[in-house]
């Protein structure tokens, strides 16, 4: 009897600690359910009903899905999704790796030069957007009157943001600029978790610095950069708010990404079972992407 007492006591304390815990996950949770776990759900739900907002919605099977191969602004979207997640990563990558190696060396105004490389990601968007336009401006811009000085020929400047062969190249240049400060961050606090007795051992070897980096700054950052390029890819996959401040999906269709596609047909259009139906491809291509690198990590890592 002794013994069942004393296990209904240890229970009853553990479930005390169990109704704590919970009551801590609880408010998060809540918040978690009613504004991400219940729109995606219904997103899912209404990806195969036609519904504007207003009307009853009706059950249309799988029609917004097959109106997709003749969408030419949907095709024109994800090609230019691929096109921007392509040239941003590796750019946004290699940006923010060779800003960390420099910054992370005993250079003479290293905090200042970290501060301000770090400033454009949290500056307001509006701002920076609205002086990067200034900037690239095709007509009276300083870098098309830099180029020009070089001996560009004004009939050959490039038109950045209002040509369509350069709006996209534009776009993600801007992106790279802006966001790269953030993963220098991640990239310095990865440099700083290497000993700095590998290096001295590799000196006394002879090795230079390029064989350091190739030979222990590179590996050593590999789950770094595997973070890195996760939330890069998960991020340029989703982009939207660069695209609407600099060219809002033109000249054309030639900026337009999958994410401003899906506020345009949701809230312009008001085709709002349409537009979950493109949020799903989305979500089912930045899933493939994201599983096919967590598997090459996998395979990195044993080998």
């Known amino acids: 009897m002794n013994e069942k007492k004393k296990s209904g006591i240890v229970m009853s304390k553990q479930m005390r600690k169990n109704l704590v815990a919970y009551s801590f996950i609880l408010p998060n949770f809540l918040g978690f359910a009613v504004f991400t776990l219940g729109p995606v759900i219904f997103a899912f739900i209404l990806a195969f009903l036609d519904w504007d907002g207003n009307n009853p919605m009706q059950f249309v ?6 109106k997709l191969f003749t969408d030419s602004r949907f095709k024109a979207a994800l090609i230019n999704t691929i096109a921007y997640v392509i040239g ?13 190696v420099v910054l992370n060396q005993k250079v003479k105004g290293r905090n200042f030069f970290r501060t301000v490389s770090f ?13 990067w336009n ?6 009276s811009g300083p870098i098309n009157m830099m180029l020009n000085k070089l001996g560009v020929a004004a009939g050959n400047l490039p038109g950045w943001a209002a040509d369509k062969h350069w709006a996209m190249i534009t776009v993600i240049l801007f992106s790279v600029w802006k966001s790269m400060g ?25 090795a230079n610095n390029w064989q350091k980096f190739k030979n222990i700054t590179w590996p050593m950052l590999s789950p770094t950069t595997f973070f890195v390029v996760i939330m890069l890819t998960i991020n340029s996959f989703k982009v939207y708010d660069q695209i609407y401040m600099i060219t809002q ?4 269709t030639s900026t337009l990404v999958l994410v401003y596609h ?10 709002l079972g349409y537009a979950s139906a493109i949020s799903m491809v989305l979500f089912l291509l930045v899933l493939i992407v994201t599983v096919i690198q967590f598997r090459g ?4 890592v044993n080998y």
């Open 88 to 100: 941003t990563v590796p750019l946004t990558l290699i940006s923010a790796l060779a800003l960390a």
């Open 297 to 300: 990590e996998k395979k990195f």
């Open 182 to 206: 953030y993963y220098m961050v991640i990239y310095l606090a990865g440099l700083q978790g290497i000993s700095g007795e590998l290096y001295e051992a590799a000196g006394l070897d002879g």
């Open 119 to 131: 400033f454009p990601y949290v500056a307001s968007l509006v701002a920076v957007a609205a002086v």
């Open 249 to 252: 999906g033109g000249p054309g």
């Open 61 to 66: 099977g799988f029609d917004n899905f097959i």
């Open 134 to 139: 200034m900037i690239f401006n095709p007509a």
């Open 262 to 271: 899906i506020y345009n047909v949701a809230f312009k259009n008001w085709d």
